[in-house]
């Protein structure tokens, strides 16, 4: 059996990926592991092991003893978060990276997941259509950490042979767990004030285009680089990863299709200077000739799914 790790499981990306994997594996197939316990209860059908993911001592030990076939190392510090916490964010992005390439370099994991992020672009980027060798010019502590990471992936691969894969995620939208305190967390946040018959004020300006995915596209493309021979994988730093593009009034003119007195409002603040630094959509072309990758869910399929999941939870919900 495949042993599987994945570290920063209570994360919104994490609890997704988990509960995917279970479906897909068993719970026995993979261990979880965070510095929280996750509030998911079919998350924790697996293994759970408590870690500080800045911990050398404590990471070096689990996965030693573990010898785990594969780790998706997803414990950050977001965008908006990060620029609150710059030195906790470069600590906790930056540091726990390079303990699983250590570990990865001694033998005790045979390959690694690491995400990157639209983050790592900035004003040098173009705005359109970003290739995959774009400038790298981040304004963030997190795009900062991620190119940074980016490269260390890149450097660990091609001195030691370890087989660290990763991509550069857009804004991931999806209803099974919180945003963790990213740019992008708006489009999740509409969502769940359409769903429950409330307003919404934005913290982006109304025509402030991002490259979006709907999560479960990230959680099967994530999977699809895992499982593809690592012959194919030509990009060792990171994969631009796209989908979509759309702007917060661009998914309330969705919404409203549904759920025509919505009401969406606009009151930008400092997370609108990071948005501007990014570009608006992403070219992967490299991705869908490597690995096969192609984007399955668009913005009104995406609208459907989230809202009809989201007023089912709000029900359970009430009294």
């Not at 790790?5 to 965070?34: C, H, K, N, T």
């Not at 091609?158 to 990213?182: A, Q």
Request: negative net charge; glycine residues 6%.
């Amino acid at each position: 059996m495949v042993r599987r790790l994945v570290i920063g499981a209570a994360g919104q990306l994490g609890i997704e990926l988990v509960l995917r994997m279970q479906s897909e594996f068993g719970a026995a197939a993979v261990d979880i592991s965070d510095i929280r316990v996750p509030d998911n209860e079919s998350v924790m059908r697996s293994k759970f092991l408590h870690l500080d993911a800045t911990d050398e001592g404590t990471i070096s030990k689990i996965l030693e003893e573990g010898q785990y076939d594969e780790v998706y190392h997803l414990a950050a510090m977001l965008s908006a978060t990060g620029e609150k916490k710059p030195l906790a964010a470069w600590d906790l992005n930056m540091q726990s990276l390079l303990h699983i390439l250590e570990a990865a370099k001694d033998g005790w994991v045979k390959r690694v997941f690491w995400p990157s992020s639209i983050a790592v672009f900035g004003p040098l980027t173009p705005k359109n259509n970003v290739p995959q060798n774009a400038p790298l010019d981040p304004t963030t502590v997190y795009g900062i950490s991620k190119q940074a990471g980016e490269f260390w992936c890149r450097y660990y691969h091609e001195k030691y042979g370890v087989d660290v894969r990763s991509v550069r995620y857009p804004g991931l939208i999806g209803h099974r767990s919180t945003p963790g305190g990213g740019t992008t967390d708006y489009a999740v946040e509409i969502y769940e004030c359409a769903a429950r018959g409330k307003s919404y004020t934005c913290f982006l300006k109304a025509d402030q285009a991002l490259p979006m995915m709907y999560m479960d596209d990230a959680v099967r493309g994530t999977l699809e680089l895992m499982r593809a021979p690592k012959d194919q994988i030509r990009v060792r730093t990171s994969y631009n990863l796209g989908a979509m593009s759309f702007t917060p009034s661009e998914i309330g003119e969705s919404i409203r299709q549904q759920k025509p007195e919505f009401q969406l409002n606009y009151i930008p603040d400092q997370r609108q200077a990071i948005a501007e630094s990014w570009p608006c959509s992403i070219d992967d072309s490299d991705a869908k000739e490597d690995w096969g990758w192609q984007a399955k869910i668009m913005i009104d399929d995406m609208t459907n799914i989230m809202l009809d999941a989201l007023s089912t939870t709000n029900e359970t919900l009430e009294p």
